[in-house]
């Protein structure tokens, strides 16, 4: 990655492409393999898509007809009824619109032809910008001239849906294993609804959660064509950051359909929608498929593909912050969450099982939760004290924007991490921590002192979809 590139993850610059070269894949000698050229394709296509009574999906894609790829999911199908696969179809397309942006960005081209059917006006807004903003990163970290601008065929609308909001009955929860879901299942278990939970495959810490909350669970297998992808990643295929949080919602959308619950209840908060760098005329945010503006474009897909399953981010009116203070009342979870995405890597043998310690997820989750939870105690759930650790100092300083601006991660604003520095440096249990005497003294004094800085972060806003039915136990659980 060039230094410029590096630059643009730190700071909130606005990076002109113009000025800097594509990244070009190594010419070919007569010893290699074909060399693949992203820039010799030029569509994109969605070939086919099926959905068996054994509950197996399969996605299939081509890049113009030089390469096809077939990604295989897996969903939970009930015992207890017949389903009509008919009726699903609509979700099963949006599900492989989405999906469909794995492999799209092995070239990015400028087109794409849905051979299956055209989307709806509403989905094909939503596509728009999910292979465009959602592929921001992905431009940034490749150098790309330009932010993907694929442009999807709009069709007529595909439902009856008047746009009336619904009243939840029975609700499906997505957990990863971090402090957000857990925080969003207690919230849907203090309301009195039926709930399950759900995740897209089993790992310890998604296994872990379920345990800790005695609360039944339907896991969705997803198989991608790992080899395919590596071999052409390793002949000069594009590669990098998708919306990730995007497709596990349409999964969990088409197995909520299939099973027979009326909502997704997401755990995407109101910090997810601050943006990293502006580039190509795009803020450009990793958390782009968890911000409120892609919320808002999804509800309307789902909409439209269904008028039977609503989604909506429980909690999208907190801040990091906030959520971190009511999940460390939630003790009987401290030794089974963790947040660091380095257990989420695709290949099994890249994944951690738990805590790195050592990346900006760590950081951040360690700085919010440091205020409201006892430091043995904290360093008990990561393995090690990260704030007596000064070698980590700057990367805890980034998350506030000191040095730069916060990482390509999912980390919490800028303000949210200053209040929680705040908070750190008047309690005697941690203000003598080495990191923190440097945050208190080289972060947050340069920036003067606020004090309506916490109360506006633990403050919960008015700008969410959460239904009434669930609002009461959301301001009961989060509320400052």
Not at 49 to 63: E, F, I, N, P, Q
Not at 124 to 145: H, I, K, P, R
Not at 248 to 255: E, F, G, K, M, Q
Not at 351 to 363: E, F, H, I, N, T
Request: hydrophobic letters at 45%; charged letters at 25%; proline letters at 7%.
């Amino acid at each position: 990655m060039s230094e410029l590139v590096k630059l643009a993850t730190q700071r909130r610059v606005v990076l002109d492409p113009a000025e800097r070269p594509l990244r070009c894949p190594r010419p070919p000698v007569p010893s290699d393999p074909p060399v693949f050229d992203p820039s010799s394709h030029r569509t994109f296509r969605f070939t086919e898509r099926t959905l068996g009574r054994d509950g197996m999906v399969r996605l299939h894609y081509a890049l113009d007809d030089a390469h096809t790829f077939l990604e295989e999911l897996r969903v939970t199908m009930p015992e207890d009824r017949d389903v009509d696969l008919d009726a699903v179809a609509p979700l099963l397309d949006l599900l492989h619109w989405v999906a469909g942006v794995s492999y799209y960005k092995t070239a990015a081209p400028p087109e794409v032809a849905c051979e299956t059917g055209t989307p709806g006006p509403d989905t094909a807004a939503y596509l728009d910008a999910l292979y465009s903003e959602g592929l921001g990163e992905f431009a940034v970290v490749n150098e790309l001239a330009h932010i993907p601008r694929p442009r999807f065929p709009a069709g007529s609308p595909r439902s009856s849906s008047d746009g009336r909001s619904r009243s939840p009955e029975r609700v499906l929860v997505p957990i990863g294993g971090g402090k957000d879901s857990i925080v969003a299942l207690e919230i849907v278990r203090r309301s009195g609804l039926d709930f399950a939970l759900f995740s897209v495959r089993d790992d310890p810490a998604m296994q872990r959660t379920a345990a800790v909350a005695e609360a039944h669970r339907l896991v969705a297998e997803r198989r991608l064509p790992l080899e395919k992808l590596a071999e052409l990643n390793g002949s000069g295929a594009l590669n990098g950051h998708v919306p990730i949080t995007a497709i596990i919602a349409c999964v969990a959308l088409l197995t909520a359909a299939l099973n027979g619950f009326d909502a997704v209840a997401l755990a995407n908060e109101r910090s997810a929608s601050s943006g990293n760098v502006v580039y190509d005329g795009v803020e450009v945010n990793h958390q782009f498929s968890k911000s409120a503006r892609a919320e808002t474009l999804l509800r309307a897909a789902a909409a439209e593909a269904s008028d039977d399953v609503d989604i909506f981010s429980l909690l999208r009116p907190a801040s990091e912050l906030g959520i971190a203070r009511r999940f460390a009342s939630l003790t009987g979870y401290h030794r089974a969450f963790t947040s660091c995405n380095a257990i989420f890597r695709l290949d099994p043998a890249l994944r951690l099982a738990s805590w790195c310690g050592d990346c900006p997820k760590c950081r951040f989750v360690f700085l919010v939760l440091a205020p409201f939870i006892e430091p043995d105690a904290l360093a008990a759930i990561f393995g090690k004290a990260m704030l007596d650790d000064e070698s980590q100092y700057e990367g805890f300083a980034l998350l506030a924007a000191a040095g730069g601006h916060k990482p390509f991660e999912c980390v919490g604003e800028e303000e949210e991490s200053l209040a929680a520095i705040s908070l750190l440096a008047r309690d005697p249990r941690w203000r003598d921590r080495p990191v923190v005497r440097r945050l208190a003294d080289e972060v947050l004094a340069p920036r003067g002192a606020d004090p309506a800085r916490v109360d506006a972060a633990l403050a919960l806003s008015d700008d969410h979809a959460v239904p009434a039915e669930l609002l009461g136990s959301v301001h009961a659980l989060l509320a400052a």
